[in-house]
């Protein structure tokens, strides 16, 4: 049986899909480690939340964000085939924010996390993967090609990953809005940062 400490990074070196050795200070490495840091921060979420259908929802989500990584750690002289992410993906993660924002009463302000603990971790998994967002608009900007329906999709996913928090707080009956703490009036701002 072969061991995962192959030792083969202990001179802080990885390997692309495909072979392809590269540092691990990287910025395409440092893009789908935080992929994964959000597929686990949502594992978390997921292992907390009392709520069957949200859960259901994050872990078919996890099973994508493997797709997601794949794509980031495949370097284009790599592909082969259908890229993994497709828009049906991104719309299908827009189609659940729709729906989430149409129940009654459901949050459209800046939230305080932490009025409710899967909610709280939905927040930390919101916030991970918006520094996936970062992560891989610095991989483009520094001329790398990614699949274009990476950035989308986590763009969508953060919004979701929101929404999902607002819902179990509205549920539990309690809400973290910040007007409300603040006491103050007028325009909502964005919800999802």
Not at 130 to 154: S, T
Request: glycine letters at 8%; a positive charge.
């Amino acid at each position: 049986m072969s061991s995962i400490a192959t030792k083969k990074g202990d001179g802080g070196q990885t390997s692309l899909t495909g072979g392809v050795r590269v540092s691990k200070a990287s910025i395409r490495v440092e893009a789908y480690g935080t992929v994964d840091e959000t597929n686990s921060a949502m594992g978390f979420a997921r292992s907390i939340c009392e709520d069957a259908d949200l859960r259901e929802r994050t872990k078919l989500i996890q099973r994508e964000l493997f797709k997601v990584g794949s794509a980031l750690a495949t370097p284009p002289e790599n592909r082969k085939g259908e890229p993994p992410l497709n828009p049906a993906m991104i719309d299908a993660l827009t189609n659940q924010v729709h729906q989430l924002e149409a129940i009654e009463g459901m949050l459209s302000d800046w939230s305080i996390p932490g009025e409710h603990p899967a909610a709280a971790a939905y927040d930390v998994a919101r916030t991970v993967c918006r520094r996936a967002e970062r992560c891989v608009v610095r991989l483009i900007d520094a001329g790398e090609i990614v699949d274009a329906n990476v950035l989308p999709y986590l763009n969508r996913l953060s919004d979701l990953l929101w929404l999902f928090g607002r819902k179990l707080e509205l549920d539990a009956g309690v809400s973290g809005s910040l007007r409300q703490a603040n006491r103050k009036t007028g325009p909502r701002w964005s919800r999802a940062w």
